[in-house]
């Protein structure tokens, strides 16, 4: 009987928590052969106090709630933190300086030197890139401020969980993609994207098969594109997401060369220039790391977050980047290695794009794909 429970308990991953800046979201998964199941997923508002500051008690509290009620397994969990808590930079150091006093002091020493605060604010990480030459250690360095850290450890606590390991949230996301798209042999040598639109900005991770090789933050985010359109069309933050999330960011093909005078075309027009500049940081960094790896072609983007089910958003891109854009969802077959729905049908109302990031920590780092 032990070794059956334990079989069973081996099969259910460690509870993935996202910590966002609207939302906190947990998520648990379970191996089904060479496959992963998403079994479980809740999402509760981060709440605040009567000032408007942070609860975390409220917001743990709620959590412990919804974890206990929907029957989640065990305690163990991995915490993500994103940025500005967390900052990823690309290295690069000369191979005879990494040898001589060791890449975990090299990379760290640089890190230090990039920081907005002092050494002792962050903790430090690295992973090394696909060699560009052979006289440079390339790696991105991430760090982590250690306050954060403590604050995202301690609302898994007060939960009723034991954070067991807190992750960039850059490489979540870069988990979540192979585990989705999988990784053929074929796409070993792509440069494939993800764009994870949050509340309050937007990450760009590039990776070069299943390595990420680039992170960026762009100027973009759901509440600053809600804001404008507020702001333009003299309106509630509220009602400004409802035409939002209604109309899109493609005008009425009605209205193709005659003034936007369609509420889908007068949305575009506000949005126009933010959509511009967003598709040219992405077409950049694109371009950026083909540079460096010129065997390699640009692959397709994943659009994650809330942001990713804003209407014909990926066609947009499609049409800007001239490469395959699509938003995270679950793929009607999805094949022997990838990830499969199998939450109870009261659970499934939080979009796939929504929930990567905590799928992404919920994967254990040795087994991204089966």
């Given at each position: 009987m032990r070794a059956l429970l334990t079989s069973v308990r081996s099969r259910v991953s460690p509870i993935g928590v996202d910590v966002g800046a609207a939302s906190i979201r947990a998520v648990q998964l379970r191996r089904a052969d060479a496959a992963w199941e998403l079994i479980r997923a809740v999402q509760t508002p981060a709440r605040r106090d009567e000032a408007g500051d942070p609860d975390p008690q409220a917001s743990a509290d709620c959590m412990r709630s919804l974890l206990q009620r929907h029957g989640f397994a065990g305690r163990d969990a991995c915490a993500g933190i994103g940025p500005p808590q967390a900052e990823l930079h690309v290295l690069e150091l000369p191979a005879e300086t990494a040898a001589?006093?060791?890449?975990?002091?090299?990379?760290?020493?640089?890190?230090?030197?990039?920081?907005?605060?002092?050494?002792?604010?962050?903790?430090?990480?690295?992973?090394?890139?696909p060699k560009k030459r052979a006289d440079l250690l390339g790696a991105v360095g991430v760090?982590?401020?250690?306050?954060?850290?403590?604050?995202?450890?301690?609302?898994?606590?007060?939960?009723?969980?034991?954070?067991?390991?807190?992750?960039?949230?850059?490489?979540?996301?870069?988990?979540?993609?192979?585990?989705?798209?999988?990784?053929?042999p074929d796409t070993a040598h792509e440069v494939r994207g993800i764009l994870?639109?949050?509340?309050?900005?937007?990450?760009?991770?590039?990776?070069?098969?299943?390595?990420?090789?680039?992170?960026?933050?762009?100027?973009?985010?759901?509440?600053?594109?809600?804001?404008?359109?507020?702001?333009?069309?003299?309106?509630?933050?509220?009602?400004?997401?409802?035409?939002?999330?209604?109309?899109?960011?493609?005008?009425?093909?009605?209205?193709?060369?005659?003034?936007?005078?369609?509420?889908n075309g007068l949305l575009h027009t506000v949005l126009r220039a933010e959509l511009e500049t967003l598709a040219s940081q992405i077409e950049r960094s694109y371009a950026y790391v083909l540079q460096y790896y010129p065997r390699s072609a640009a692959g397709g983007l994943l659009l994650t977050g809330g942001g990713a089910a804003l209407p014909n958003l990926d066609r947009y891109l499609a049409r800007k980047l001239g490469i395959d854009v699509r938003a995270a969802a679950f793929e009607p077959d999805p094949g022997p290695t990838r990830l499969k729905d199998a939450r109870p049908a009261d659970l499934q109302k939080i979009p796939l794009s929504e929930l990567a990031v905590a799928v992404g920590l919920a994967i254990p780092t040795e087994a991204t794909h089966g």
């Open positions: 001589s006093d060791g890449p975990d002091q090299a990379i760290h020493a640089e890190l230090q030197r990039l920081l907005h605060a002092g050494a002792g604010d962050y903790e430090t990480g690295y992973w090394t890139l760090a982590v401020r250690r306050d954060h850290a403590v604050r995202t450890w301690d609302l898994c606590h007060r939960a009723g969980l034991d954070c067991r390991r807190i992750d960039a949230s850059a490489c979540a996301l870069a988990r979540f993609a192979t585990l989705l798209r999988g990784s053929p994870d639109l949050g509340h309050c900005n937007a990450r760009l991770i590039l990776c070069l098969g299943e390595v990420p090789v680039l992170t960026r933050v762009l100027d973009a985010g759901g509440s600053r594109w809600t804001g404008l359109i507020a702001e333009w069309f003299g309106i509630s933050s509220q009602s400004a997401e409802v035409h939002k999330c209604d109309q899109g960011v493609l005008p009425d093909p009605a209205a193709a060369g005659a003034a936007p005078a369609t509420l």
